[in-house]
């Protein structure tokens, strides 16, 4: 990564710089004032770390671990996130590819902007499918049948979208899809020439996924209106007892924020259970998911997994989430300021950037190990 470019924030500030505003306020936004988002960044910076002397740490700390059935190499993972290619064409296989490397898992999402098919192919061990369950159950049950066929072992149920957020900068920027660019979007297109060829070229990003399930010949706007449909309204504990029952492999309920949920979730035979406020897109006035998961941890039975995400902007803050007592941690909107910053060779950079700030901070801390059981400080000697 160039000098200039070595934290969350330098990427951010130069994906701004490279991307429209509207595609960059799709990324960077959240719901309402944004005090969710706000919320779950400030639980992290708030919360410290304590050093921990002479535990020599000459040999690097191991960050490696083991979640839903499979030994990862770093603890954190990317989260699922729609509308990827508007940070660059291609944005989705960039970190598919990017995560395959590094061992570390990668959630395909339902609103993806390249085919959950392709994505497996780029990441035939380390992807997931992260599923919207909306209005149409035929809909549903051939998304999980293709997760199924593209050979995809853990599907990740999105709970947190009985309702799109209200999203102020979307829908100050008259962001929708396709894109109608107005004067101001224009401007903005002109800002930034080498995103607009390169969208031209590519043609603008497109919910793929659902395209077969649209009209032959559908608009762009016939299949983000099948989205909203299809991202919104069904899931209930009924519904997702059904995908329990039909989906065999492994199965994770996202955007759990209290115990009672997440001991349902555990108890309808979810594998593990991901507390989350959807990066505050959705819930205004969610508490941060940081809370939220000490609270989940004290509630469950210690053997329950637990995945957080939500305001993750460095390697300390994945080690404050797993002190916290999560088993995993899964890291969003950074990666598409990365691609926005610095295009394929971002999300590589990242997780490199990543698992370097989080060895250090194990190293100071005197932490060996990323496992909850094997979390426990080495003795001072
Ligand atoms: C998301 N998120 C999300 N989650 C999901 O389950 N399905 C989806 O399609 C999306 N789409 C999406 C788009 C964008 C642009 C963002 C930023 C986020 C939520 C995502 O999985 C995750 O919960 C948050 O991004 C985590 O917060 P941070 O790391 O972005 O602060």
Aim: glycine fraction near 10%.
């Amino acid at each position: 990564m160039s000098r200039s470019l070595i934290s969350v924030e330098d990427l951010r500030r130069r994906a701004k710089a490279r991307m429209p505003r509207f595609a960059f306020d799709y990324i960077d936004g959240g719901a309402g004032r944004e005090m969710a988002l706000q919320r779950s960044e400030a639980a992290f910076r708030e919360t410290c770390l304590t050093p921990h002397v002479l535990v020599n740490s000459a040999t690097p700390a191991d960050l490696g671990t083991r979640f839903l059935g499979r030994d990862w190499t770093l603890p954190f993972g990317i989260a699922p996130m729609g509308l990827p290619g508007l940070a660059w064409p291609g944005a989705d296989l960039m970190m598919a590819r990017a995560a395959e490397a590094a061992g570390a898992p990668m959630v395909a999402a339902t609103p993806g902007t390249a085919r959950l098919e392709a994505v497996r192919h780029a990441a035939p061990t380390a992807s997931m499918f992260q599923l919207y369950v909306g209005a149409s159950a035929e809909i549903t049950e051939d998304l999980i049948a293709r997760a199924e066929r593209a050979g995809y072992d853990t599907l990740i149920v999105t709970a947190d979208v009985p309702r799109p957020g209200k999203r102020l900068r979307d829908l100050r920027n008259g962001f929708s899809l396709p894109l109608r660019p107005g004067p101001r979007m224009l401007a903005d297109l002109l800002r930034c020439p080498a995103w607009s060829l390169a969208t031209a070229r590519h043609g603008s990003p497109s919910l793929v996924n659902l395209a077969d399930y649209a009209a032959p010949g559908a608009s762009a706007s016939g299949l983000a209106a099948l989205m909203a449909r299809q991202s919104s309204g069904r899931l209930d504990w009924q519904v997702f007892a059904e995908i329990r029952k039909r989906w065999s492999g492994k199965l994770v309920l996202k955007g759990v924020m209290t115990a009672d949920d997440a001991l349902k979730a555990h108890e309808a035979g979810a594998d593990a259970v991901w507390i989350s406020s959807h990066g505050g897109r959705q819930l205004d006035s969610a508490p941060a998911t940081l809370t939220a998961l000490r609270q989940i941890r004290s509630a469950l039975p210690p053997d329950v997994p637990l995945a957080v995400d939500g305001g993750v902007r460095s390697g300390e803050d994945i080690l404050k989430a797993l002190e916290a007592g999560a088993d995993f941690v899964f890291i969003g909107r950074p990666f598409l300021y990365a691609i926005g910053a610095l295009r394929a060779a971002g999300p590589s950079a990242l997780l490199e950037m990543f698992a370097a700030e989080l060895e250090a901070a194990m190293a100071l801390t005197g932490r060996r190990s990323c496992t909850r059981d094997g979390g426990e400080r080495q003795k001072a000697c």
